[in-house]
């Protein structure tokens, strides 16, 4: 499978403040009553966008100045909770590309590197000065570079990181692992033949 | 140095190194609901690839299914949708599933280790976070996403980077009216809903040998509330005894030898650990959330925390924010608080333990004026028994309503939610904003036991006094 080697992410970013940013919050779980991920665009954080009248919260991904971002700046423990992978598909399919925080959940992680969307995480200090650019001057082009491991902007650039492995996947345009994984048959068939499987 | 559980059943599984320096890991068991999987059998079709060991996975119904009426056509158009999917990927693929007519369905969670599917030294995968109950057997069990789903139904493999693993360790003996789920949510409310990040936790010390297994499933099903992907406790004689006899479990002259191969897998005495915290059983109360994280816990007669006193400024806006949605002032006692809704249920605590733990305590009581009282076995098989048992009329006749089996309030994918700002005791696993069904529903995580006693006084309460546990 053909896929395109993700290097970078680049335009403008949005806040989406707070630590242990779960799963139900990016997305409800009424909405994963589909057997499709193809609904899923503007869904993210829906309840935290939006009271129950459809009236607006004012969150900050639905103000004028942040309209168009790629990037999302989050906090600690990002994506906890549920395996739904719904949850970075929503973000993904909302158009976002990229993800700084200062840690994510393995399974939001793993599920986001899955589809091509790199989370990548900075220090409390780094992201607060992402914030503040962000807040200040909210058109600035941020650039999330995965070969240098920065996320640049006129004003500033600061470091970011990656476990390595996930990142070489990315940038070698890998990210979807089904090819690999197919590449070693006689292999998995030895220990399909050695492992047990439950049966009655 | 020794090896721990999770490197031997790690290295048994591994197939090779990937050229990103990923693992190649074979599965050995995967199982699917119908949330999380359509799509993974549409990704399929797409790529043209076929289930490559459809003997090693196992499908049910669960998270979307009414527990209240369970008549097809269903009465949400899009759960029966979902329902039919999975019928149709499951037929078509060659994978058994345990659906309603069987006798079998349930929670994944809860029918895995039932039927004796879910096996000490194995690696046990599903689209759910909450995978990691199967730990308690003496496995590597952990959530995926959909994408890895389809990963393993057209490879039985995954591309995965292994744990570090914490040995978390509870020394002693848990007082009376201390349950497993006060453990879990001790430890979380130690360690903190990041603190696993990273790990796997190998639970252990002589509080957690003494627990039987329903009890050990609730403590590794909550491990990743704590962010650890996987949780486990080493197999012993209470695994063994739990597993000999059930539908899946190896026979005869397997069983023994089977017994011998899953002995091996035991951490060594001497196995080297990334952490180790250790804890003591005596100092671990009747614990109850009082937020919107389920690190943010405390002791029954303990008082909400202020967020002044926070050690850092991002756990003080956390409490801020839990205290303003919970409606909640800083240094209030949650003991006497009344409760609208209870719910005793989920891959938590939904089993057979759960609810003989607490019949008898129902016995002759009554569930309080105004409150709606939700008992929900996880599965058939534990619904069944519950009948058998005279348990279940025990909980009616309190005035619960006795459900059939499903995830039913623990997530809101089914007809069983919370309505406005109500206020839930509830034995599940998350209390995040909404998780219940409403955008401004309140969760309180607590024991089975803790439940019952909000049941019947209608206000958050220590189960201790109320049931004269000494």
Partial sequence: MALNKITSVCGKAVPVPGADMDTDRIIPARFLKCVTFDELAGTMFYDERFNADGSSKGHPIDAPQHAGATIILGGENFGCGSSREHAPQAIKRSGIQAVVAESFAEIFFGNAAGIGMPCVCATHAALQTALCITREAPQTQWSLDLEAMTLSCPMATLPVTMPAEPREALMQGRWDAVVELMNAPEAVAALAAKLPAPSL | ?470
């Fill in chain 2, 1 to 470: 140095m020794g090896k721990t559980l999770y490197r031997k059943v790690w290295e048994a599984h591994t197939v090779g190194t990937l050229p990103d320096g990923r693992t190649q890991l074979f599965i050995a068991t995967h199982f699917v609901h119908e949330v999380t999987s359509p799509q993974a059998f549409a990704m399929l079709r797409e790529l043209n690839l076929p289930v490559l060991h459809p003997e090693r996975t196992f499908a049910t119904v669960d998270h979307i299914i009414p527990t209240d009426n369970q008549c097809e056509p269903l009465a949400d158009p899009r759960a029966q949708t979902m329902l039919n999917a999975l019928r149709t990927n499951t037929a078509a693929a060659g994978i058994r599933m345990f659906d309603l007519p069987t006798g079998y369905q349930g929670i994944v969670h809860s029918i895995g280790p039932e039927l004796g599917i879910t096996q000490p030294g194995m690696t046990i995968v599903c689209g759910d976070s909450h995978t990691a109950t199967h730990g308690a057997v003496g496995s590597i069990a952990m959530g995926i996403g959909t994408t890895q789903v389809r990963d393993v139904l057209a490879t039985q493999t995954l591309a995965m980077l292994p744990l570090k693993v914490r040995n978390v360790r509870v020394e002693g003996t848990l007082r009376p009216g201390v349950t497993a789920k006060d453990v879990a949510l001790y430890i979380i409310g130690k360690l903190g809903a990041d603190g696993g990040l990273g790990y796997a936790y190998e639970f252990g010390g002589s509080a957690i040998e003494a627990m039987d297994m329903d009890g050990r499933f609730t403590l590794c099903n909550m491990a990743i509330e704590g962010a650890a992907r996987c949780g486990y406790v080493n197999p012993d004689a209470t695994t063994f005894a739990y597993l000999k006899g059930r539908p899946y479990a190896p026979k005869g002259e397997a069983w023994e030898a089977a017994v011998e191969r899953w002995k091996s897998f035991a951490s060594d005495a001497d196995a080297e650990y990334d952490d180790v915290v250790i804890y003591q059983a005596e100092d671990i109360e009747p614990t109850v959330t009082w937020g919107i994280s389920p690190d943010m816990s405390i002791g029954i007669n303990g008082a909400v925390p202020a967020p002044e006193e926070a050690p850092d400024a991002e756990t003080r806006k956390a409490r801020i924010t839990a205290l303003e949605y919970m409606q909640l002032q800083a240094g209030q006692p949650l003991k006497g608080m009344p409760i609208n809704v209870v719910f005793i249920g989920s891959c938590t605590n939904g089993r057979i333990t759960d609810f003989r733990a607490i019949a008898p305590y129902l016995k002759g009581r009554k569930v309080a004026a105004g409150v709606k009282a939700l008992a929900v076995p996880g599965s058939q098989m534990t619904a069944m028994q519950c009948e058998a048992e005279g348990i279940a009329d025990i909980f009616r006749e309190a005035g619960f309503e006795w459900r059939l089996a499903g995830c039913s309030m623990c997530l809101a994918m089914n007809p069983d939610k919370l309505q406005g700002d109500q206020i839930c005791a509830s034995t599940s696993n998350r209390n995040f904003k909404g998780r219940q069904g409403s955008p401004t529903g309140r969760t309180l995580l607590m024991s089975p036991l803790m439940a019952a006693a909000a049941a019947v006084t209608g206000t958050v309460a220590d189960p201790r006094d109320i049931f004269d546990i000494h």
